[in-house]
Nanobody
Framework: QLQASGGGLVQAGDSLSLSCAASGRSFSGVTLAWFRQAPGKAREFVTFLHDDGKGGYADFAKGRFTASRDNANNRISLRMNNLKPEDTAVYYC????????????????WGQGTLVTVSS
């Protein structure tokens, strides 16, 4: 089970941190990831982070977003800086055994999502 939290309403240029707590099973060897879905758009890859610390980012996230993982507490966080109105979306955490993928269909476990709204 994955539980995302931390969303809210912010202004353009602000920062926000999201958190996702994983429970119910061992997440050793599992890649945890963040996706987002804006109204009327397809779910979009943001970042993934394997438990060995290796990961990847979507191009729009590079330099502004930073993912971190606390393996002892089965938690992944996403720090988002310099937010833009186009970052407005529901952000989902997801998990899959093995190495990370950027395709949402590759992920087996999903949280309920947390809404981030960035006003201009």
């Amino acid at each position: 089970q994955l539980q995302a939290s931390g969303g809210g309403l912010v202004q353009a240029g602000d920062s926000l941190s999201l958190s996702c707590a994983a429970s119910g099973r061992s997440f050793s060897g599992v890649t945890l990831a963040w996706f987002r879905q804006a109204p009327g758009k397809a779910r979009e890859f943001v970042t993934f982070l394997h438990d060995d610390g290796k990961g990847g980012y979507a191009d729009f996230a590079k330099g502004r977003f930073t993912a971190s993982r606390d393996n002892a507490n089965n938690r992944i966080s996403l720090r988002m800086n310099n937010l833009k109105p186009e970052d407005t979306a529901v952000y989902y955490c997801a998990g899959r055994p093995g190495w990370g993928r950027s395709s949402a269909t590759s992920y087996d476990y999903w949280g309920q999502g947390t809404l981030v709204t960035v006003s201009s």
